[in-house]
Nanobody, 120 residues
Framework: QVQLVESGGGLVQPGGSLRLSCAAS????????MGWYRQAPEKERELVAT???????NYKDSVKGRFTISRDNAKNTVYLQMNSLKPEDTAVYIC??????????????WGQGALVTVSS
């Protein structure tokens, strides 16, 4: 079993900042890509940012320059630093990881979601 545990969501005013954390635990051999998705009310889930095991990052265009994804491989943890938050960033943010839990067996794992509300 592999689990992702998220923390750091909350309420913030426009222009404010939050940092999300996501720690993977359980049966883990290796983790390839870790990342963040989000889903706003009545909208489809969308990619926010990803971080590969090789150190490559990718961002949704609308968050470039405001959000930064980072990763601590020793802790199997991925972070999302969110600055200059806008009301349209309001969503449930969901952590994702591509896990090889035993050699040759792969699993896509999702966290429970962390609510981020940006409002004045």
């Amino acid at each position: 079993q592999v689990q992702l545990v998220e923390s750091g969501g909350g309420l913030v005013q426009p222009g404010g900042s939050l940092r999300l954390s996501c720690a993977a635990s359980g049966s883990i051999f290796t983790i390839n890509t870790m990342g963040w998705y989000r889903q706003a009310p009545e909208k489809e889930r969308e990619l926010v940012a990803t971080f590969t095991s090789g150190g490559f990052t990718n961002y949704k265009d609308s968050v470039k320059g405001r959000f930064t994804i980072s990763r601590d491989n020793a802790k199997n943890t991925v972070y999302l630093q969110m600055n200059s938050l806008k009301p349209e960033d309001t969503a449930v943010y969901i952590c994702n990881a591509d896990v090889q839990w035993v050699p040759g067996l792969y699993l896509e794992v999702w966290g429970q979601g962390a609510l981020v509300t940006v409002s004045s």
